[in-house]
């Protein structure tokens, strides 16, 4: 329409960073937000380790201890892996389907926002009166106002504003995937790291729901004097429970379906070879996501809910074992015979396999009721949880950014500190877990601030605290190649590691417009495909030219500050805080919808000058 | 930009001319998938708490069958009155539109103001959302219906009032059609809550 604007909004600096849309840049805010948080909860976990690295310490004591362990719970998965798999989802998934951008742009920024503003609302606890304390699960009674501090205000606001931004970019990814795919890329060429931020998206849409009502639930008897969990009054602690669960258990699939997918892509990369099963693959995938929602009891065996009950659910975990195992032996029929390379990126992802599985195998032994009654509450229950999303998820987004990386920022991440910062981390972790499966058995019970000595619990826990060390030294090692890759002046290649997917054929980084002209998708592997047939690039499916492109806006931020500042109103029962809040939140939705975005055009000649051949 | 005289060269279903009408309705259904798992845990919730009347009045002796059904009549009706905007977006004529989104709107205005009456007449009855898990079940489920209903009114307001400047076009087409899915849905759901909160409820004593 001839009203567009047919230049881009001159913005830099901060500016830029506020009011972006650009799913490239937001990947890139994702990512600083979550390795912030990343680093705290980090903190945290190092201080807990410090408190039970001798009997009868007291380097934080009791009090301090329970907060700690809820925030370094809440922190990591709430804001810390979850923006990170975020900030991948966003750098690649647009790229790896051809797209220019994500269906929702503006969405997009606003996902981002809401869940900073809620990490920082929650984070603020530690400066005004005290961090919540009951755990990240946060089971009433014990997370009702008679039982734990006003820090619990903070966990139920902050989680319900980052949990809006995590469900509206879940949407968001769904949509994209669906109707933004290039010409030629069918659903069963999609790479898998497209295929498992797919079903992730699914999960987060189905699950997030469900903790937001067990919330708003909690949120009324602790603020409203609601009687949902009040067992004086009627209330029943097991609807917490349940709530918590529909939402808790596919939450864990959400997290590892995406390192899934990066360790299917790397994998693959660097053995040079095509993904070995792939429909095997995506079926495992899409049935790991359809059980991901049958399961949730087992984390409630001993809530008393029957012998039939408990029969079934352990019966439905034990099945997810079947597709996971299906995509472990996929992973190792694609290695196998093919021209392996270990890259950093690819040492994260090999040795993920192995980690995960240790992992996945404690996981059965707990799907066992009788069992988990002798396991249950212990550091049992802690090493396998941490084997799985640290072993299993951190690794994986460690694979994934030394992989994506250069495609990301342009530049390439120190391999000689890239190897540095595997090795400390990799047996950091290991000393760290593994003596937390005997601890568990010898019977250790899982959040207790401290434990006496002479009762077999000394090495263990001693060992533990060394093997944290470990892993500082390996995040510190990682933030110092970050910083040397900033530094150095050497730009990344276009396709680095000799790739497959579509990402490598533009730029490194992609120009704002992704895509000069659309690619014509012909395969699985659709850029090896090309490379193999002799081509150049992507034999394009369009003409050259104008690209349109959407406006920046500053209304994602406002709108998440008017939620941000009606959430103090809440906290304090302000309640003209709270209005005013959340008038500032409703201005900018009105202003949203009536005033249209026309965008702007980006023109062919300024395409041409930007150079977008690889 | 849009001109009152585009409805000459407004497409067919404008809706889902453009590819980002198409994404929003895709991204819309999507969300109301959402909302079912939303409503879905207030209705599990409210089930498990709907005989825990700590001493208060139970849903026997509060409901009253002319009153909710009054309200369920007002909000159905107005399920048809979207159904009459829609058709009439896709004649294409914004006059139509205008004419059977403000009878919705005053429809459910209606539906609000007898449920505002509803709530004030419990409260006096001692039925609150602090008496019992059934009040707090209750009062959170129904209001959470209510202030849908509530946004929803605003929304059909905003868009009506942004559509006499920019007239119909295949960027407002979207909204009009987005915001009767919405009405749609808020109507679904009173459905059940008519059906378990009040039907249920007057039957009494515990189901099962």
Known sequence: ?614 | MATHHANAVLPDEPEKATLEGKNKILGFWLFLGGETVLFGSLFATFIALRDQVNGGPTGQELFELPLVASATLLLLTSSMTAVMATQALHKKNLKQIQVWLTITVLLGLGFLGLEIYEFTHYVHEGHKISSSAFGSAFYTLVGFHGGHVAFGILWIILLQVSATKKGLTVVTAPKFYLASLYWHFIDVVWVFIFTVVYLMGMIGGKVG
């Not at chain 1, 009791?62 to 975020?86: Q, S, Y």
């Not at chain 1, 000689?416 to 990799?426: A, D, I, P, V, Y």
């Open chain 1, 1 to 614: 329409m001839s009203a567009h604007a047919s230049h881009a909004p001159k913005r830099s600096g901060l500016w830029d960073w506020l009011t972006t849309v650009d799913h490239k840049k937001i990947a890139i805010l994702y990512l600083i937000a979550g390795g912030l948080f990343f680093l705290v909860g980090g903190f945290e976990a190092l201080l807990i380790r410090l408190q039970l690295m001798y009997p009868e310490a007291s380097v934080v004591g009791a009090k301090t201890f329970n907060e700690l362990i809820t925030m370094h719970g809440t922190t990591m998965i709430f804001l810390a892996v979850m923006p990170v798999i975020f900030a991948l989802m966003n750098a690649v998934v647009p790229l790896q389907i051809g797209a220019r951008d994500v269906a929702f742009p503006f969405v997009n920024a606003l996902s981002f926002w809401l869940f900073f503003f809620g990490g920082v609302l929650m984070n603020t606890s530690w400066f005004l009166g005290g961090a919540p304390d009951a755990g990240w699960t946060s089971y009433p009674t014990l997370a009702l106002n008679q039982y734990s501090g006003h820090g619990v205000d903070f966990y139920v606001l902050g989680l319900q504003i980052a949990g809006l931004g995590t469900l509206i970019g879940g949407i968001n990814f769904l949509v994209t995937i669906i109707n933004m795919r290039a010409p030629g890329m069918t659903f069963m060429r999609m790479p898998m790291f497209t295929w498992s931020s797919f079903v992730t998206s699914g999960l987060i849409l189905f699950a997030f729901p469900a903790i937001t009502v067990g919330l708003v639930l909690l949120m009324f008897d602790r603020l409203f004097g609601g009687n949902f969990f009040n067992p004086d009054a009627g209330g029943n602690v097991v609807i917490w429970e349940h709530l918590f669960w529909i939402f808790g258990h596919p939450e864990v699939y959400i997290l590892i379906l995406p390192a899934f997918g990066v360790i299917s892509e790397v994998v693959s990369t660097f053995s040079k070879k095509r993904l070995f099963g792939y429909s095997s693959m995506v079926f495992a995938t899409a049935l790991i996501g359809f059980l991901a929602f049958m399961v949730w009891a087992h984390h409630m065996f001993t809530t008393g809910l029957g012998a039939i009950a408990n029969t079934l659910f352990g019966l439905a975990t034990m099945l997810i074992a079947v597709p996971t195992g299906i995509k472990i032996f996929n992973w190792l029929l694609t290695m196998w015979g093919g021209q392996i390379t270990f890259p950093t990126a690819n040492l994260w992802a090999v040795s993920f396999i192995p980690t995960f599985t240790i992992g996945g195998m404690t996981g059965v032994m707990l799907a066992i009721p009788p069992a988990n009654y002798q396991y249950h509450d212990s550091y049992f229950v802690v090493a396998h949880f941490h084997y799985v999303i640290v072993g299993g998820l951190v690794f994986g987004l460690f694979a994934g950014l030394y992989y994506w990386w250069p495609k990301m920022f342009g530049k390439m991440l120190n391999e000689t500190l890239g190897k540095w910062n595997f090795w400390t981390f990799f047996i950091g972790f290991h000393l760290t877990f593994f003596p937390q499966h005997f601890l568990g058995l010898m019977g250790m019970p899982r959040r207790v601030f401290t434990y006496l000595k002479d009762q077999n619990l000394d090495v263990g826990n001693f060992i533990s605290t060394i093997g944290v060390f470990g892993m500082t030294i390996g995040t510190i090692l990682f933030l110092v190649n970050v910083a040397v890759t900033a530094k150095s002046s050497k730009r990344a290649p276009a396709d680095p590691w000799d790739g497959r997917s579509l990402e490598w054929s533009i730029p490194s980084p992609p120009p704002e417009y992704n895509f000069a002209q659309t690619p014509l998708v012909r395969g699985l592997d659709a850029f090896w495909i090309e490379k193999m047939a002799g081509n150049k690039g992507m034999t394009p499916a369009e003409p050259l030219g104008d690209i349109h492109m959407p406006s920046p806006s500053f209304l994602p931020f406002l709108m998440s500050v008017g939620l941000f500042i009606a959430g103090y109103g809440f906290l304090y029962h302000n309640y003209v805080v709270v209005v005013i809040g959340l008038i500032v939140t409703f201005a900018c939705m009105i202003a949203r919808s009536v005033k249209d975005d026309p965008g702007y055009h980006i023109h062919e000649d300024e395409i041409e000058d930007k150079g977008v051949k690889a």
